[in-house]
């Protein structure tokens, strides 16, 4: 596959995400095959890769979409997600989204605020309609993962606190137009350690418990996603899925006829995406030397937002004996436009095409125009 990507990338301009839709299907046949005889729902998560092509397979598996904004909302519909598939989170829902999500009848809204639940109802009345709300908790659970794509601590934005659910049951009882129909849990991202969500089931089962000595039965339970990839080995074919849907299997204890959701989508997309890139120079530095690629944080800012690992690989090297030490780093004007630091490839040098590995996710959603980049292509294959 690579000797194939290579030879078609050395006719075409890059940057350039090259997606391979193979590994794709690969992922989700494992998916199904693990989640469908749960009876369990998966969601896709929308925000991590966007293009309609990746999003139309997805959807031909089955899976709904979860979304964070309206404009997500949208792109699930038009590529063939079912309304009644999607959920809409997010802890700035404007009002346009919110109508527009009312007016396609939507799954649910995974509420993240008191203030959002009063906006929500004060729109649904004005419409006539009934939104169906799941309250998204803040369950200050630790995901031990980086503190940017940590989500369910107390200090971070996302969600409702414990113990403002009895100010919220108040709301709930003045709201007529609004019907609590679950729970939504996230606890963070890229959590390659299954304790974590051991830890969440544990903590939802307590929460539950609130809620049924208050009398209220909820429908579904959503435990939102963050299984991670190893960005280490992004040849490694299959997230292992069947010993991540068993801790929730082990470990959560449902209600009667309580349906479980779930909200992936790195472990879906992550692995499948290469970003391709042309070395530009090699610039020799006192201590070090220099890739200089043609690809920058614009075309992939996480290793500049988080410090994030990504295999870099020089694909036109194969043969190669030799190896050097190179930073390798982008075009943009700012110094934290670097992929990686000191990274062992063989002797590079001008128009030698470098992989940076597991770019499936966040990457390409996350583009910019800095510096007045163009947006770099999609390549399927």
């Given at each position: 596959?690579k000797?194939?990507?290579l ?5 075409l ?8 839709t ?5 992922n ?8 469908q005889?749960l009876g369990?729902?998966v ?12 999003m ?27 309304a ?5 989170a ?9 109508n ?5 009848d ?12 009063e906006v929500?109802d004060g729109l649904?009345?004005?419409?006539n309609k009934k939104?169906?709300?799941?309250l998204?908790?803040?369950p200050?659970?630790n995901?031990?993962t980086?503190s940017?794509i940590?989500?369910?601590l107390e200090?971070?934005?996302f969600?409702?606190n ?6 919220v049951?108040?709301v ?9 129909k679950g729970l939504h849990?996230?606890i963070?991202s ?5 304790t974590?969500f051991?830890n ?15 009398q209220i039965i909820?429908?579904h339970?959503n435990?939102g996603g963050?299984l991670?990839?190893?960005?280490h080995q ?17 470990f959560?204890?449902l209600?009667?006829?309580q349906s ?12 499948m ?9 090699i610039?020799?530095g006192?201590?070090?030397?220099f890739a200089i690629?043609?690809a ?16 870099i690989e020089?694909?036109s090297k194969w043969a190669?004996?030799?190896s ?5 780093v ?8 670097s992929?990686?630091?000191a990274?062992?490839l063989?002797?590079?040098e ?11 996710a ?13 947006k ?6």
């Amino acid at each position: 596959m690579k000797i194939a990507v290579l030879e078609k990338v050395k006719n075409l301009e890059t940057p350039l995400y090259v997606y391979d839709t193979q590994k794709l299907r690969r992922n989700l046949d494992a998916l199904v095959s693990a989640f469908q005889p749960l009876g369990y729902h998966v969601h896709y998560a929308v925000k991590a890769n966007t293009n309609k092509e990746i999003m139309g397979i997805i959807q031909s598996y089955g899976l709904g979409a979860d979304c964070v904004s309206g404009n997500e909302v949208q792109r699930a519909i038009d590529c063939g997600f079912a309304a009644k598939d999607v959920v809409f989170a997010g802890v700035g829902k404007s009002d346009a989204e919110i109508n527009k999500a009312l007016d396609l009848d939507i799954f649910c809204f995974n509420c993240e605020s008191i203030a959002e639940l009063e906006v929500i109802d004060g729109l649904a009345h004005k419409k006539n309609k009934k939104a169906r709300i799941a309250l998204r908790l803040n369950p200050n659970v630790n995901a031990y993962t980086h503190s940017y794509i940590t989500t369910g601590l107390e200090e971070n934005k996302f969600g409702i606190n414990i113990w403002e659910l009895d100010k919220v049951l108040g709301v709930l009882k003045r709201a007529k137009n609004l019907e609590l129909k679950g729970l939504h849990f996230h606890i963070g991202s890229q959590i390659t350690e299954l304790t974590p969500f051991k830890n969440l089931c544990n903590r939802v089962n307590e929460i539950q418990e609130w809620f049924f000595n208050h009398q209220i039965i909820l429908e579904h339970i959503n435990v939102g996603g963050g299984l991670g990839i190893d960005y280490h080995q992004p040849d490694l074919e299959i997230p292992d899925y069947q010993a991540y849907f068993q801790v929730f299997r082990s470990f959560l204890t449902l209600r009667p006829n309580q349906s479980l959701h779930f909200e992936l989508g790195r472990s879906i997309v992550g692995n499948m995406g290469t970003l391709m890139s042309r070395v530009l120079y090699i610039k020799k530095g006192v201590k070090t030397n220099f890739a200089i690629l043609d690809a920058g944080m614009t075309e992939l800012i996480r290793p500049a937002l988080y410090q994030a690992y990504h295999k870099i690989e020089n694909w036109s090297k194969w043969a190669e004996p030799n190896s050097e030490k190179y930073d390798v780093v982008g075009p943009i004007c700012e110094s934290s436009d670097s992929f990686g630091k000191a990274v062992d490839l063989p002797t590079t040098e001008r128009g030698d095409i470098i992989a940076i590995r597991s770019a499936g996710a966040y990457a390409e959603v996350m583009a910019s125009s800095y510096n007045l980049r163009k947006k770099a292509d999609v390549l399927l294959v």
